[in-house]
C-alpha cells in the first residue's frame, strides 16, 4: 500500500470513523442518486447531517474524499478476489466466481470505473500511482494470473490478459450506462434483481466462451 | 427521425453550416484532451474563435450542442452498420466488420457512450426518446439482426443480443479509461496505431469466439 493510503485508512481513530463513514456513505448515494460525479460537497455534508468543513478535515478535499470511496468500496471485494487465486479450485471455476463478484460490485456502485478515472484524471501523480497500485493492478494481477493458469491447465485458449481485463471490466461498467438502454430501447425498467442475474450470467458466459475459443 | 432532430439537423443553411461545424469540432476537441464532457460553452466558442451566443443561436444551449455532437460522430457510421446488412456476407464476417466498425468511432471518439448517456441523463424527455430512437436502437437493432442471422445460420449460438450488445459497447466505451491502464499498469503510453489495431482485433476475436460457443 502507498504511503497516500495508509495514511488515508489510517488517520482516524474509531469515534471518528463514523462521521467519516456517514460522509462516505451519503457521497456514494447521491453519485448513485444522481447518476453523476458531480456531487458538490455541501450536498454530501448535508446528506450526512454533517458540516461540510469535517470534508475537509477528513479527506483534505473531494479527491482525497473520492479516493477514500474507492478504498471503500473496493477493498473487500479486492481482498475476496485475491483470495480465489488460493483456492483449490478449477481455474474456469475460478474466473467464473471471479467475474460475478466484480459484477455485483458493479451493480452496488455503478459509479467505481468512472470514479477510479475521474480521480486518476483531476488527481496529482501520486493520486494516480495510488490508485493504480492499490485497485488497477491488483485487479489486473488476478484476471492475468487466473488466464494463466487456465491456459497452462488446457481450459483456455492464449488471449491477451490485457483486452479480456478491458472486456471484463467494460461489461462491467455497461452497467452504469444499460439502465438507460433498458429503459428506452427495450421499454424495461433498468435492472431488477432477475435481470441483474441473468446479465451476469449471460456476460460469464459469453466471456467464458471467448476463453475456450 | 424525431421532430427534434430533423430540427436540428435542417436548421441551418449552406453558411451557418461552417461556424456550427466549427462549434462541433471545438467541443469534440476539448472533450477529448481533457478527457472529460465538463466543457464550458465560452472555451468551446473561444476554440472555435466564435462569439458563445452562436452556441445558443444553434443549438439552444449545451444539451442542443451535445445532441448535434452525437448526431454528428455516429450518423455515418449508423448508415454504414446498417449497409452492412444488406451485403451478401456470411453473419460472421458482417459481424465481425461491424465490430471493427463502431470500435473505429471509439478510437475517433471516446467520449460518446459517455456523452449519450449524459446528454439523456440531462435532458429533456423529448431528447431521451431522440437519442434512444435515432442512435441507440439502430445499434442494437443492427446487433441483434446479425445475431438473428448468424444463429439461424448456424453460425452462433443463441446468446441474449442485449447483454450481446452491451459486451459490444462496453469493450469500445473501455477506451475511454483505458488509457490509464495501459500508463500506470502496464508502463505502457496509451494506444498507439499498432496497440489499437491489436486491440480491435483480440476484442473482436473473444467476442466472436464468445459466439461460436
Redesign the interface.
Known sequence: MSQLASDLAFMSTPREQSARDLLLEAASQLMCER??L?VSLSDIAGRAGLNSALVKYYFGGKTGLQYALIERDLSDSLRQLRGLLTMDLSPAKKLRLSIGGIMRVYFRYPYI??L???T??DGTEEM??A??DNF??PL?ETYAQLIREGVEAGEF?A??P??????V??????I???R???K???GEDGFTEESQR??TQ??T?????????
Chains 1, 2 share one sequence.
Not at 471490466?169 to 455497461?174: H, L, M, N, R, T
Open positions: 447518476e453523476t458531480a470505473n468512472q477510479m478515472m475521474a486518476m484524471r494516480r500511482r490508485i493504480a488497477l493492478q489486473y485458449q488471449v491477451d490485457k483486452v479480456f481485463y478491458f472486456n471490466v467494460g461489461a462491467c461498467d455497461q452504469y450506462s444499460a438507460y438502454v433498458y428506452y430501447v427495450h441473468v446479465y449471460q456476460v458466459r459469453q466471456l467464458m466462451d471467448g476463453l475456450a475459443g
